[in-house]
C-alpha cells in the first residue's frame, strides 16, 4: 500500500452568522486540502467545547 505524505496547511474557514461573518484560522497536518479543511473544522469544534472564555485580541476596524 502506497503511503500519504503529510504536510502542513494553514487553513481559514469562514461562517456567515446573521450578524456577521466569522473567520477560524489555524494550522493543521494532513495529506489533502479536503482533509485539511475537515481536520481544521474538528479543531474547532474542540477549541469551542473546551473554551469556557475568549476574547479578540487583534481588531481591524474602518470607518464607512
Known sequence: MKGY????YKVTLQA???RGTFYWV?????????EAII????????????TT???FNEFDVENL
Not at 505524505?5 to 502542513?8: G, Q, T, V
Not at 481536520?39 to 473546551?50: D, L, Q, R, S, Y
Open 26 to 34: 489555524t494550522t493543521v497536518s494532513a495529506s489533502s486540502e479536503d
Open 16 to 18: 456567515d452568522l446573521k
Open 39 to 50: 481536520a481544521a473544522e474538528h479543531k474547532f469544534m474542540e477549541e469551542v467545547a473546551k
Open 5 to 8: 505524505s503529510m504536510a502542513d
Open 53 to 55: 472564555d475568549f476574547e
